[in-house]
């Protein structure tokens, strides 16, 4: 039997959001097991921290049960008299779905709050994992690799994952123990999605070598968290050197002469700091193709949220 800490949950919770100025929170709550839990812990801290809390549910209409999910959310809010606000969006097709869900999620969160409000999500160390072994198939680099932070800020939102290294059977037990209330998202089980084959196939064959699996990944993301921050804050000292005084725009004539690899981490660093998007290396290497183009075409460079275009010595990318 796994060891586990009554308090684990509460206590995680807790050290997060007192680590704010703020006191404004919103749960992304899915109505599932995880982002129940999350709710719950907060609700009871809110009895003694005195904090503002609301919820916010995204449905993606892809699910059977989709409208019975977005009823049972407000249901849950209401009895716990917390203000909760539901928005339906639209998956224009079903190609890489968990990535346009993904990115849905977080630009509606991101839309329908402030910039004083801090949003919490109910990720832990088991979705942690499954992000590394993602990432490491997708060919991220090092920032990729270390996989989520607990607080990101997106947009002049801030994201913050309080159960982001605890394991999923601690918030189990959690809900067992408070008999909390939740559906099940069925397209948990389809092993037609990546996140999903890699939970169910790949990393309990691993476990049953490893036993020890978690903490192997954990030390390494930790490690690859720390090498992202100390690059990450090099590239960001000399990057300015290479924009203009419009970030959204970078110098071709200044940054063609440097080493291919600095080229690689200046761009793969100036991307995500407009738009919060890990391109791989393949990526980034047809972005240096377009830098090199001599026609007046204005060669486009499009990934989900991240559009690029060349106008004569400048590359050009749109905030989201």
């Not at 339906?88 to 869900?101: F, G, H, Q, R």
């Amino acid at each position: 039997m796994e060891n586990t800490n009554p308090n684990l949950i509460l206590d995680a919770c807790s050290k997060l959001i007192s680590s704010f100025k703020n006191d404004q929170f919103i749960v992304a709550f899915s109505g599932g097991e995880d982002s129940s839990v999350l709710l719950h812990a907060m609700v009871e801290l809110k009895k003694v921290k005195k904090f503002n809390l609301r919820t916010i549910h995204i449905n993606h209409n892809i699910q059977d049960n989709s409208t019975e999910v977005s009823e049972h959310c407000l249901r849950v809010s209401k009895n716990y008299a917390i203000k909760h606000s539901s928005y339906n969006v639209e998956i224009d097709n079903l190609s890489n779905i968990e990535e346009k869900c993904r990115i849905q999620r977080y630009n509606t969160l991101r839309k329908h709050s402030h910039v004083g409000e801090i949003i919490l999500t109910a990720h832990h160390l088991n979705d942690q994992i499954e992000t590394f072994f993602l990432r490491m198939l997708r060919g991220s680099g090092i920032k990729g690799l270390s996989s989520m932070n607990m607080c990101t800020t997106l947009h002049e939102r801030i994201i913050a994952r309080p159960l982001l290294r605890v394991p999923k059977h601690e918030l189990q037990n959690y809900s067992k123990k408070n008999m909390i209330s939740y559906i099940e998202d069925q397209s948990n089980y389809d092993t037609r999605l990546d996140r999903n084959y890699i939970r169910h196939n790949i990393i309990p064959e691993l476990k049953k070598k490893w036993g020890s699996l978690d903490k192997i990944i954990l030390n390494n993301l930790d490690i690859l968290s720390i090498q992202s921050d100390v690059l990450g804050s090099y590239i960001e000292s000399i990057s300015t050197a290479y924009t203009s005084d419009d970030e959204t725009i970078l110098e071709i004539n200044k940054i063609i002469h440097e080493d291919y690899g600095v080229k690689v981490l200046l761009l793969h660093h100036w991307i995500f700091k407009i738009t919060s998007t890990n391109l791989n290396l393949r990526h980034i290497n047809e972005i240096l193709k377009i830098m090199n183009t001599n026609n007046d075409s204005n060669p486009l460079f499009l990934f989900d949220n991240v559009k690029i275009t060349k106008n004569g010595t400048k590359l050009i990318i749109q905030k989201p």
